[in-house]
């Protein structure tokens, strides 16, 4: 399975992005589908996930209320809309993937997830 993630720029804080994930295969295959993002010195960190069905979403509570994850299946993406943004959401945003459900409990661990988009950046200025 082949991600690629686009929609990444600079943007000033307050403004919105679209982040998309292409997906190679049929999106209702991945049982999880999630966004991590890695900040210039930082560890990779989980920002939201979608179950494959799409019942099943959750977010870190750093973008609850601001970013909302979704997918389209008739078009094998996943999107990342990111509303009211501010310069500590300045990262690189990648896309994953697992063919299996992870459990609730382990949605946050990157080690869990299979398959990896390329990242894009995302710029806040203050």
């Known amino acids: 399975v082949q991600l690629q993630a686009s929609g990444g720029g600079l943007v000033q804080a307050g403004d919105s992005l679209r982040l998309s994930c292409a997906a190679s295969?049929?999106?209702?295959?991945?049982?999880?589908m999630a966004w991590f993002r890695q900040a210039r010195g930082k560890e990779r960190e989980f920002v939201a996930h979608?179950?494959?069905?799409?019942?099943?979403?959750y977010y870190a509570d750093s973008v609850k209320g601001r970013f909302t994850i979704s997918k389209d299946n008739t078009k094998n993406t996943m999107y990342l809309q990111m509303n009211s943004l501010k310069p500590e959401d300045t990262a690189v945003y990648y896309c994953?993937?697992?063919?299996?459900?992870?459990?609730?409990?382990?949605?946050?661990?990157?080690?869990?997830?299979?398959?990896w988009g390329q990242g894009t950046l995302v710029t806040v200025s203050s």
């Open positions: 994953s993937a697992s063919r299996s459900r992870i459990i609730v409990s382990a949605i946050r661990d990157a080690g869990m997830y299979n398959y």
């Open positions: 295969e049929r999106t209702f295959s991945m049982g999880s």
């Open positions: 979608i179950s494959y069905s799409g019942g099943y979403i």
